[in-house]
């Protein structure tokens, strides 16, 4: 069975930085591409950042370039989202992402940016 535990979000002020945790588990995480999406309320869930598996490999999207890095430690089957520079809209339930076969989600945590 594939789990994937996030952690790390909480509130931070604007100009303030957070780092995401999400640790894998029921998966060969070697291979596994690894994703960060965020869903803001009333909006649909988008693409934060990637990473492949095999290559390691990234893509951002344009909103996050320069301020998120995507990483991942497979000695510890773990992906990271480093936040810098945050700004009130990042404010969303952040999740984890898996593909290996078919897609696999985190229970996601919440990062809220306000002063």
């Known amino acids: 069975q594939v789990q994937l535990v996030e952690s790390g979000g909480g509130l931070v002020q604007p100009g303030g930085s957070l780092r995401l945790s999400c640790v894998a588990s029921?998966?060969?995480?070697?291979?596994?591409?690894m994703a960060w999406y965020r869903q803001a309320p009333g909006k649909e869930r988008e693409l934060v950042a990637a990473v492949t598996g095999p290559g390691g490999s990234t893509n951002y999207a344009d909103f996050v370039k320069g301020r998120f890095t995507i990483s991942r430690d497979v000695a510890k089957n773990t992906v990271y989202l480093q936040m810098n520079s945050l700004m009130p809209e990042d404010t969303a339930v952040y999740f984890c992402?898996?593909?290996?076969?078919?897609?696999?989600w985190g229970q996601g945590t919440q990062v809220t940016v306000s002063s």
């Open positions: 029921g998966l060969y995480f070697r291979t596994a591409d």
């Open positions: 992402n898996a593909r290996q076969g078919t897609f696999y």
